[in-house]
């Protein structure tokens, strides 16, 4: 008899457990995978998760942009993620396809505290990290400390610098600060200025595609100098034991951009919307800036000094705006000028 | 119980058999297939968004910018030039093996098929460590005094990495091919006078044909669609077909000119599988 009541309790067990699964709500967020994917669930998705026991966060990683931008394609009849994070011009081709929602005060109280360049009419979502250009070098093979991108055409480094360049955004970057350096047109002249001034950096690349990423060869020294983005080095650096040092240029640098979006017919589009409003308010956007060092985007955010130091947050006077959507369009422009002027000077 | 009837019964076989080779080409071959040929004819916006037009400007831009052509061209001849240098590395390998009996056979042959067992990208990283300025082939060109030479990042690095990986493949091609080649006519040739050169260039090249036409459209077929290896010992400065399929398709979100290329990948692999035919017949 007792046996049996205690067998009955055991059958019934994964019922009770499904009982209870049904009142969390499951949200699915697509976002970039590996660093970002472990630094982004320990400060954002488990205090979220600790804070709504009704809300459970699934983090599905993707290696980039393109790839998330397919899977919301593919899915547009019935969307699988609720949440995607992603860079500001595959969000843009997200938004004329009609596949995200729009983000604003009234379905995410938070973004009202959001700094002006967060927010853009051409896209749904808004900006949830702000990351920017950094020159990256080896401080073993490089002991004064190079301030100037002028440092890349050193011949003292020729053979021995890693850019990932066109069509990569971080080689469009570049050309973009030299543009603008040069007394360039910017896009109206498709950057015409900022691809001539790569010519005595070209001659000097050892590699125009470092793999797995840039950091790698110039933490291990097969290059010594080269271009990344601020949040990776930060993290690199810390990982080489500061073998690896970033230096914002004093020629300035530009934004990279991630947007959050809220996927259009989201399975769970209410519980979507509070982690969204979460992921961008105060506690979320400092937790997470003090981990990986990319900007914040909410004004209101208490970064600690130490971080802040780290981000583009106290330069952002040497800061030069960039309107990505236009890039975008001239994009095929600057990447025919530089197969035609670049490439040739770094064979 | 007639005779007839096993024959009879063949055909129908013969269909029934093939059906389940067929569905799965159907639906992981063709029908993606198909839709790369809807999506080369979709208008794509500047930024990347797909619209519901549809224009023959993918392909007429192919034309219309000499990139494209010369993409084409290089394509080819790198894939070409890898072939070359891979039958000139394997043929001696695969003619000692095709003559090796008993235990010796049996353990080159694992020796040849092991590199196999480890993906291109482990490997390639290996050429990356050999071929690097700080690797061991500029170590050894420094202690002697000489130069260091650029291996990598170019497209003699891309040759090199593709030629090694590709090597197992071309050397089975060539075991395989290699049935009709009999030791004895080697011997029968020598009996009647031939010099060992004679016997090889009358003799064993002619009956190894079959083989070396196999291994070389196998390696041709690898190395065009190749796309790990160039883009990592490539540098950035090696532009194939491949590669540029993943920038397009990754990198600047243009997915109906990355479908456009793919369909020109295709249609070479058409052209080559018709030479071979052609070859083969002959």
Not at chain 1, 114 to 121: E, F, K
Not at chain 2, 110 to 135: E, F, K, M, N, Q
């Amino acid at each position: 008899m007792n046996r049996r009541s205690l067998l009955c309790g055991v059958a019934a067990l994964p019922f009770l457990a499904a009982s209870a699964m049904a009142q969390q709500a499951t949200v699915t967020l697509v976002a970039y995978s590996g660093i970002f994917q472990d630094r982004y669930t320990a400060a954002v998705v488990e205090p979220f998760m600790k804070a709504n026991p009704d809300i459970k966060i699934v983090y599905a990683g993707a290696p980039n942009s393109a790839q998330m931008l397919g899977a919301a394609r593919a899915q547009k009849a019935s969307p699988q993620a609720d949440v995607v994070i992603m860079d500001i011009a595959v969000s843009k081709a997200a938004t004329d396809e009609g596949l995200f929602e729009k983000i604003d005060e009234k379905n995410v109280p938070n973004v009202a505290d959001l700094y002006p360049n967060a927010r853009s009419p051409d896209i749904a979502g808004v900006a949830v990290t702000f990351d920017n250009l950094v020159m990256i070098y080896n401080s073993e093979a490089i002991k004064k400390a190079p301030t100037s991108l002028a440092a890349l055409a050193d011949p003292a480094n020729k053979g021995q610098v890693a850019i990932p360049g066109f069509p990569d955004i971080q080689g469009l970057s570049l050309v973009m600060i030299l543009d603008k350096v040069n007394g360039g047109g910017g896009v109206a002249s498709k950057f015409e200025k900022g691809v001539d001034a790569m010519a005595p950096i070209a001659p000097n690349v050892q590699t125009w595609d470092p793999k797995p990423d840039v950091y790698t060869p110039i933490i291990n020294g097969q290059a010594t100098i080269g271009i990344g983005w601020n949040a990776r080095s930060q993290v690199n650096s810390d990982a080489s034991g500061g073998k690896l040092k970033a230096v914002i240029p004093s020629e300035g640098s530009v934004f990279q951009i991630n947007t959050i979006n809220l996927v259009k017919g989201a399975p769970q589009a209410a519980a979507a919307a509070k982690f969204v409003n979460y992921a961008l308010g105060p506690e979320a956007q400092k937790a997470f800036t003090e981990s990986m060092f990319y900007g914040p985007t909410n004004a209101k955010a208490p970064v600690s000094e130490a971080a802040a130091a780290r981000t583009a947050l106290r330069s952002i006077d040497r800061m030069i705006p960039v309107d990505w959507i236009a890039v975008a369009k001239v994009r095929d422009a600057v990447g025919e000028q530089w197969r035609r002027k670049v490439l040739p000077l770094s064979r | 119980m007639s005779a007839g009837a096993p024959g009879a019964r063949g055909p129908m076989l013969a269909v029934a058999l093939l059906i389940p080779i067929f569905a799965v080409n159907a639906l992981v071959f063709f029908w993606p297939t198909f839709n790369l040929f809807k999506m080369s004819f979709i208008r794509g916006e500047a930024t990347g968004a797909l619209t519901d037009e549809t224009t023959l400007a993918n392909w007429t831009g192919l034309f219309r910018d000499s990139f494209y052509s010369e993409l084409l061209v290089s394509s080819v001849t790198i894939s070409l030039v890898i072939t070359a240098l891979t039958l000139v590395l394997s043929y001696p390998i695969a003619l000692y093996l095709h003559r090796a009996r008993g235990l010796r056979r049996t353990v080159l042959l694992v020796l040849v098929i092991s590199p196999l067992l480890t993906s291109a990208v482990v490997r390639t990283y290996g050429w990356i460590a050999i071929l690097s300025d700080g690797g061991l082939v500029n170590s050894l060109l420094k202690a002697l005094g000489l130069p260091a030479q650029r291996l990598i990042f170019n497209t003699q690095g891309v040759v090199l990495g593709l030629a090694e990986i590709l090597m197992p493949y071309m050397i089975l091609a060539l075991l395989a091919g290699f049935g009709r080649l009999d030791a004895r006519l080697e011997e029968a040739a020598a009996t009647l006078g031939a010099r060992p050169r004679q016997a090889f260039w009358r003799v064993v090249l002619p009956l190894s044909l079959p083989g070396v036409m196999l291994g070389c459209l196998l390696c041709f077929v690898l190395a065009v669609s190749s796309f790990i290896t160039p883009k990592l010992l490539g540098g950035g400065r090696v532009f194939l077909l491949a590669t540029e399929i993943y920038d397009q398709a990754i990198v600047t979100l243009n997915w109906p000119l990355a479908a456009t290329l793919s369909m020109v990948v295709l249609i070479v692999f058409g052209l080559a599988l018709a030479l071979y035919a052609r070859a083969a017949r002959l």
